[in-house]
């Protein structure tokens, strides 16, 4: 049974705000990048598909070098949504039972996580990493009036990596595909297509709070901490 992981990183960046892609921005001496990259390839999956934009394969492959990635891997150029870009990976990726999607925006990721959600994905084809939601969410109309409060408990904040088998990634795009460009729009993360499109549950594998997306500046504060504080923590189990 052979596991792929696709890792996105084919996005403008335009929330960050900065002349490059996010995901090249420096944390603590490497691109954001780097950190996904290297979890994934400790990680128990037999491959890895980076999806990078347009011109950017080159420079991505003197990183992987730079990186001494050992795992097999491969390097697409994206397209201009993220479930383009999925696709893209998903196109390159052969004789292979089940796929992992992970946003390349999310440098935190813990590798004992990637194998639990492996292990859950082969029991159930299905599963996603996420937390409970802490904050109490109220959804408002169109006038900013507070319409209801949604139950806590039955909320959870989902993040990536997200994985299926192979055949429920491909039949989910099928009907993808066949939908109209107003319901594709709103399709924000791999989950929402196997749930649209298939009649597969999903299931929750817990994560950790700490698994952010760097979406906007303020969102480098905290994730230069949470690097410094990881090393750190390794140096005194060392
Ligand atoms: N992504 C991608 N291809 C796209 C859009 C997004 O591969 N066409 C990737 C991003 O590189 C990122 C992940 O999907 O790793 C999550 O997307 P997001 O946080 O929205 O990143 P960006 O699209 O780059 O940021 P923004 O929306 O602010 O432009
Ligand atoms: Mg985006």
Redesign the pocket.
């Known amino acids: 049974m052979r596991t792929s992981a696709i890792i996105?990183?084919?996005?403008?960046?335009?929330?960050?705000g900065a002349d490059v892609?996010?995901?090249y921005l420096k944390l603590q001496g490497n691109p954001i990048l780097y950190y996904s990259i290297k979890a994934f390839d400790q990680s128990d999956v037999d491959e890895l598909v980076i999806?990078v934009g347009q011109g950017e394969i080159p420079q991505c492959q003197k990183y992987m070098e730079k990186f001494e990635v050992k795992k097999p891997y491969q390097i697409v150029e994206?397209?201009?949504?993220?479930y383009?870009?999925v696709y893209q990976g998903l196109m390159k990726i052969q004789n292979v039972d089940y796929i992992l999607v992970h946003?390349?925006?999310?440098p935190f990721i813990q590798v004992a996580r990637i194998n639990e959600l492996i292990k859950t994905v082969k029991e159930t084809n299905a599963a996603i990493i996420a937390v409970p939601v802490k904050d109490t969410i109220k959804q408002v109309d169109e006038n900013l009036h507070v319409k209801k409060t949604i139950e806590r408990k039955a909320l959870y904040a989902v993040q990536t990596p997200q994985g299926f088998s192979y055949e429920l990634m491909m039949e989910a795009y099928r009907g993808f595909f066949e939908d109209d460009i107003e319901n594709q729009s709103k399709i924000t993360d791999d989950a929402m297509l196997v749930e649209s499109y298939t009649d597969t549950p999903i299931s929750i594998v817990y994560g950790d709070y700490n698994n952010i997306?760097i979406?906007t500046p303020e969102d480098l504060i905290l994730s230069e901490y949470l690097v410094s504080a990881s090393r750190e923590r390794k140096r005194m189990v060392e």
Request: glycine share 20%; no cysteine; net charge positive.
């Open positions: 996105l990183a084919a996005g403008k960046g335009k929330r960050m892609p996010k995901q999806v994206g397209g201009k949504e993220r383009d870009s946003d390349g925006a999310r997306k979406t």
